[in-house]
C-alpha cells in the first residue's frame, strides 16, 4: 500500500470517528427529548459532547460539522446550569441539531427531498452473508424506526463496534466463510465490553449442541434455524433493543426514623429509582393513593404501629394486594422474621441496609411484581393492554380531564380486509400483522397515550391533552407509513391497511365515548376504509 492510499484510510478512519461523535450528539439530544422532566440531568452530556464533536471535527478538518458542532456549543451556552429547557431554547437547539443531522447523512441520502427520520439512540449492526437480504431487512428495520447497518467482512464488523457499540447484533453463524467464524467474530467483540451485546444468531443449518451452546455463551439470545423473515427478526431485535425503555420503579418508604428515610432515598435515586418518604405512619392511605408504588418498604416498629398492622390495612385494598411489600428491622430473629412476612411481607431485610442488597431485593421483586401484572392487564400476541384495562384506564384519564378541564380524545382502529390476509397466508401470518401495528404505534406514539388492543383486529387508543383534530393528524400518518410497509410472508410481500374513527371527550362516560368513536369507525369503513374519521363528521 502506498503513502497516497495509506493517508486516504486514515482520512475515512478519522472521517468515521467525527460522523459516530456527531451521533452521539443526535442520540443524547434525542434521549432528552424523550425525557423531558430530566432535562437538566443531560445538560452536561450534551454540552460535553457538542464541544468533543468540535474538537474532532477542526482537527480532522470536517468543516460542515465543526460549524454546526460550533453552533450547536454556542447555542447551549445560554442554558444555565440546573435551569429547565424553555421553548426558544428548545427551539434553538433543535434547529442546530437538524443542521447536524443534514452534515451527517449518507451521501445516498443527501438528495432526498424525504423529512429525515428519527432513529433510535444506537444502532443494530447486520452482518449476514446473503447480502439481498440484508438490505431488505435493514430497510424494514428502518421502517420501525431502527437505525441499521451491514457489513460484508468480520474486520468492518470489529472496527464500527470499536467506535460506536451497537444495541443488537445480527449474526450469520458462519459469517466471514468460515464455519462458525460469526460466533468467533462474536467472542472478540464481547471481550472488548464490560457489558456483553445481545446476539440474534442465524445459522442455515441446524446446529449442533456444541455450536449452540458456544452461541448462547457468547451472548446469543436467539439462534433461527432455519433462516426467519424479516418480520420475526425485528421482533426480536425489538425485544432486545435499550429502546424497550423499562421504566424506574417506584418505591414508597416509611420509616419513622427521618435519617434512615433519607438514606433509603439517596440510595433509591443513586439506582435510578423513583422514590417517596413517608415518616408518620398514618399519612400511609393518603401516600398510597397519591404515590401508587410498586414496592412498599416498611420499618417494622414505629411509634403507634407497627410494619405488619401497616401491611394488613394496605393488604385490604384490593389494587394493592400483589403490590411486594419489604419490612426493615434491626430484628434478627429468624423466627419473628418469618411470622412477619406472614403477615401480608414478602421480604426481609435488617438493618444496617446493605445498599447492593437493597437494590438487589427491589429489582428482583419490582420483576416479578411488573410480570405478574403484565399477565392480567396486557394482551400476550400483541403486548398492549388488554380490552378491561383500556376501558379502566379510559375511566381514569377521564376523570383527570375533568379536574383539569383538559381535552381527551379516544380513538378506534381496525385492520382492513383481515380475514382475508388470515385465509390467504394463514393465522401465523395474521398474528404478525397485529404485532406488526402494535410496534408501530408504540413507537410512534408518545408515552402518555395509552394503546390497546380492543379485541381480534381492533385497536384502541386514548389520547390525553389532544384535540381530535391533532388526533387525526398523528393517525393519519401512522395510517400513510403504516400501508407503505411490506408485510413478509414466505417469498412473497404484501401490504395492509387500518381504518380509525375518533372521538373527543364532551363530558359522557367511557361508554359513550367508545359508542361514538365505534360508529366513526363504522363510518370509516363505509367510505371505502384506509381512512381516519372524526365522530363529528
Given at each position: 500500500m502506498n503513502d497516497e492510499n495509506q493517508k486516504d484510510k486514515l482520512r475515512q478512519h478519522f472521517a468515521r470517528r467525527v460522523t459516530t461523535q456527531a451521533r452521539v450528539v443526535l442520540d443524547t439530544w434525542q434521549k432528552l427529548r424523550e425525557n423531558p422532566d430530566g432535562a437538566s440531568a443531560f445538560r452536561k452530556d450534551l454540552t460535553s459532547a457538542a464541544e468533543k464533536l468540535v474538537r474532532y471535527a477542526q482537527r480532522f478538518e470536517m468543516e460542515k460539522h465543526a460549524r454546526a458542532g460550533q453552533d450547536l456549543a454556542d447555542t447551549l451556552s445560554g442554558w444555565s446550569e440546573g435551569s429547565p429547557l424553555n421553548a426558544a431554547l428548545t427551539e434553538a437547539i433543535q434547529s442546530s441539531m437538524d443542521d447536524l443531522g443534514e452534515s451527517t447523512q449518507r451521501r445516498a441520502d443527501q438528495d432526498s427531498s424525504d423529512t429525515p427520520r428519527t432513529f433510535r439512540r444506537t444502532p443494530v449492526y447486520v452482518a449476514i452473508s446473503n447480502m439481498e437480504m440484508a438490505t431488505r431487512l435493514i430497510k424494514q428495520l428502518e421502517f420501525f424506526g431502527f437505525r441499521a447497518s451491514e457489513f460484508d467482512t468480520p474486520s468492518s464488523l470489529m472496527d464500527a463496534c470499536g467506535l460506536h457499540k451497537p444495541e443488537t447484533i445480527l449474526m450469520d453463524v458462519n459469517f466471514g466463510g468460515a464455519p462458525n467464524e460469526g460466533i468467533a467474530t462474536v467472542e472478540r467483540l464481547q471481550e472488548r465490553h464490560d457489558t456483553p451485546i445481545p446476539i440474534v444468531f442465524m445459522s442455515d443449518e441446524d446446529g449442533s449442541i456444541e455450536t449452540r451452546l458456544r452461541a448462547s455463551r457468547c451472548g446469543g439470545e436467539e439462534f433461527f434455524y432455519p433462516a426467519v423473515d424479516p418480520g420475526q427478526l425485528i421482533e426480536k431485535i425489538e425485544t432486545y433493543t435499550h429502546g424497550n425503555t423499562v421504566e424506574p420503579y417506584k418505591v414508597l418508604v416509611l420509616d419513622d426514623s427521618r435519617a434512615q428515610a433519607k438514606f433509603m432515598e439517596t440510595v433509591l435515586k443513586k439506582a435510578g429509582m423513583n422514590a417517596h418518604i413517608i415518616t408518620n405512619p398514618m399519612e400511609i392511605i393518603t401516600a398510597l393513593e397519591a404515590f401508587a408504588p410498586e414496592i412498599i418498604i416498611l420499618d417494622m416498629y414505629m411509634p403507634g404501629c407497627t410494619g405488619m398492622e401497616i401491611a394488613r390495612v394496605i393488604r385490604q385494598q384490593d389494587r394493592f394486594h400483589s403490590v411486594p411489600i419489604i419490612y426493615l428491622s434491626a430484628e434478627d430473629d429468624v423466627t419473628k422474621q418469618l411470622h412477619a412476612m406472614s403477615q401480608g411481607g414478602d421480604d426481609f431485610l435488617t438493618k444496617p441496609i446493605d445498599p447492593k442488597h437493597l437494590?438487589?431485593?427491589?429489582?428482583?421483586?419490582?420483576?416479578?411484581?411488573?410480570?405478574?401484572?403484565?399477565?392480567?392487564?396486557?394482551?400476550?400476541?400483541?403486548?398492549?393492554?388488554?380490552?378491561?384495562?383500556?376501558?379502566?384506564?379510559?375511566?381514569?384519564?377521564?376523570?383527570?380531564?375533568?379536574?383539569?378541564?383538559?381535552?381527551?380524545?379516544?380513538?378506534?382502529?381496525?385492520?382492513?380486509?383481515?380475514?382475508?390476509?388470515?385465509?390467504?397466508?394463514?393465522?401465523?401470518?395474521?398474528?404478525?400483522?397485529?404485532?406488526?401495528?402494535?410496534?408501530?404505534?408504540?413507537?410512534?406514539?408518545?408515552?402518555?397515550?395509552?394503546?390497546?388492543?380492543?379485541?381480534?383486529?381492533?385497536?384502541?387508543?386514548?389520547?390525553?391533552?389532544?384535540?381530535?383534530?391533532?388526533?387525526?393528524?398523528?393517525?393519519?400518518?401512522?395510517?400513510?407509513r403504516f400501508s407503505q410497509l411490506l408485510q413478509p410472508a414466505g417469498d412473497r410481500e404484501f401490504n395492509v391497511t387500518f381504518s380509525s374513527g375518533v372521538a373527543t371527550w364532551k363530558g359522557d362516560n367511557s361508554q359513550v365515548l367508545c359508542e361514538r368513536a365505534d360508529r366513526a369507525l363504522y363510518v370509516a369503513k363505509e367510505k371505502g376504509r384506509n381512512c381516519v374519521i372524526g365522530a363529528e363528521d
Open positions: 437494590i438487589a431485593t427491589i429489582h428482583n421483586r419490582g420483576r416479578r411484581a411488573r410480570s405478574l401484572l403484565a399477565l392480567m392487564i396486557r394482551d400476550s400476541l400483541t403486548g398492549l393492554y388488554n380490552h378491561t384495562h383500556t376501558l379502566y384506564l379510559l375511566d381514569q384519564e377521564i376523570v383527570k380531564a375533568r379536574q383539569k378541564g383538559h381535552p381527551l380524545c379516544f380513538a378506534m382502529l381496525d385492520i382492513d380486509y383481515f380475514k382475508k390476509v388470515n385465509d390467504t397466508f394463514g393465522h401465523p401470518i395474521g398474528d404478525r400483522v397485529l404485532r406488526s401495528l402494535s410496534m408501530f404505534l408504540k413507537q410512534r406514539l408518545r408515552k402518555s397515550d395509552h394503546i390497546g388492543r380492543y379485541g381480534g383486529e381492533e385497536f384502541a387508543i386514548i389520547f390525553p391533552e389532544t384535540t381530535e383534530s391533532d388526533a387525526r393528524s398523528v393517525l393519519n400518518e401512522i395510517r400513510e
